[in-house]
């Protein structure tokens, strides 16, 4: 009838999001990924190479700041709880704080026995701090809309623009980098007094109502205990554990490649001449296929989708036992589609996890965040324990900082580290997608039972 039509696109228009807040809400995310891509990519060689750390203290710096940032999780929402209210809401002062920290991470510092503590505290503090914005800033996904597809095309919008700003960190800090490589900062073969003074190097810098805000969402606990034991409730949701289990895989994954992939390009495949366009290369190729990922994910499904990040397992072996520069950009390519596909699937994939809470647990307020901030957390440990084992491993094998040509243990670790690992990765992550409880199907019954509730 013309009313029942005219009803309906009243409610149309209340959940859909015009492409300007889609668009606003996602250049929020891309200063972040600025940061985070440079320390990703580049933040281990420098350590070793630049500022001369052994790979053990190197995996110790990159271990214990992600874990300090991952610890910092479930109260940040607490703490922004109980912050002050301005005239956009409640907030933080943490990202000038940010800025410092960043800017005295990549300083070398004139003096060398205290070079371990000065990384160590500034990367633990930079970490600390971005999270107190990434945990409400992710957060706000399920308050954009209390419809499934217009959740799903924002997170589209806000991965597009992070893998833009990702890309930029990666470009900037890449040349510096690779000019630092053409800057005899490494030796041939000689010994490395790692307690001698380097060449100098300049510093470089995842709405239901409008009264409904994040921050009272985790002040309906009433304080940290009672956080703590609605994160456990959340972490143990089945739907939840399994999704867990596929990012943490993936997050881990991708921080193996991130930490390596320089290594690997100049010491184990001869292409330190090529390893900054490569990387532009993948982030070039992540950045335009994310489109093509969001209408794949919503004609064929999640599930589906997800198989796309397994086309770069034998891409990856053929570069490490090819290493020609022609394949590796090809490779590069192609890793630049899986990526897209790991990045914007777990942020699709949380709110139907959210949903489908919500509706087993009609009565339950405020658990938004607790998942969003308990997905955080776990991807930080993810991420903090592959960047500690690949060091480590480096440690073990020999590495030598400094040395332009590795021993043939380190070259053989750096290729197991790129090839062999993320294909075993890629492959229990899809095992584990096959218990994925959460379907197409189950997707829409979620969505009409909400809609009923409402």
Same mark, same amino acid.
């Given at each position: ?31 972040? +990924? ?15 190479? @630049?500022?001369?750390? #052994? ?8 271990? /214990? ?14 703490? /922004?709880?109980?912050?002050?209210? #301005? ?147 959340? !972490? ?29 390009? #100049? ?22 296929? @994310?489109?093509?990922? +969001? ?22 072996? &053929? ?6 520069? @022609? ?21 699709? &994939?949380?709110?139907?996890?959210? !949903? ?52 043939? !243990? ?45």
């Amino acid at each position: 009838s013309p009313g029942t039509c005219g009803k309906l696109r009243k409610d149309w228009d209340e959940h859909s999001l015009s492409v300007c807040s889609k668009l606003c809400y996602a250049i929020g995310g891309a200063p972040n +990924q600025v940061a985070g891509s440079a320390a990703s990519f580049f933040l281990q060689i420098y350590l070793l190479d @630049i500022a001369h750390i #052994t790979p053990f203290h190197a995996s110790l710096v990159l271990f /214990i700041g992600k874990a300090s940032g991952a610890v910092t999780d479930p109260v940040a929402g607490f703490f /922004i709880s109980k912050s002050r209210w #301005t005239r956009i809401g409640r907030m933080l002062a943490c990202t000038p704080f940010t800025v410092v920290s960043y800017f005295f991470m990549w300083y070398l510092p004139p003096f060398v026995s205290g070079r371990v503590v000065w990384y160590l505290t500034f990367y633990c503090i930079f970490q600390a701090l971005t999270t107190l914005f990434q945990v409400p800033y992710s957060a706000l996904t399920m308050f954009l809309s209390t419809d499934q597809k217009e959740r799903d095309s924002a997170t589209a919008y806000r991965m597009t623009v992070e893998v833009l700003g990702t890309l930029v960190g990666a470009a900037l800090q890449g040349q510096i980098v690779a000019s630092a490589h053409l800057s005899h900062h490494c030796t041939l073969n000689l010994p490395v007094n790692t307690t001698s003074p380097p060449p100098s190097l300049n510093s470089t810098s995842g709405f239901p109502e409008p009264s409904d805000p994040l921050s009272h969402q985790v002040s309906a606990y009433g304080s940290i205990p009672q956080v703590c034991l609605a994160s456990t409730e959340c !972490d143990v949701f089945l739907p939840f554990f399994l999704f867990l289990l596929l990012v943490m895989v993936t997050k881990y994954l991708q921080q193996l490649e991130q930490s390596n992939f320089v290594l690997f390009c #100049t010491h184990a495949a001869d292409l330190r001449y090529h390893f900054q366009y490569l990387v532009v290369t993948i982030l070039v190729s992540a950045v335009v296929s @994310i489109p093509f990922w +969001q209408k794949f994910l919503q004609r064929f499904g999640k599930k589906c989708a997800a198989c796309g990040i397994s086309w770069m397992i034998p891409f990856a072996v &053929m570069l490490v036992t090819i290493p020609n520069p @022609i394949l590796a950009y090809f490779v590069a390519f192609v890793s630049g589609l899986s990526i897209a596909a790991s990045l914007l699937l777990p942020w699709s &994939m949380l709110p139907d996890v959210v !949903d489908n809470f919500r509706l087993q647990n009609p009565h339950r307020k405020g658990h938004e965040t607790i998942f969003y901030s308990s997905y955080v957390f776990f991807t930080k440990m993810s991420a903090g324990i592959g960047l500690g084992i690949s060091a480590a491993c480096l440690e073990f094998t020999g590495y030598k900082p400094g040395i332009c040509r590795q021993s043939k !243990d380190v070259i053989l670790t750096l290729k197991i580290l790129i090839g062999a690992v993320p294909a075993v990765l890629i492959l229990v992550g899809l095992l584990i997608l096959l218990f994925y409880p959460i379907t197409e199907e189950s997707r829409k019954e979620t969505k009409l039972a909400l809609e009923v509730l409402r």
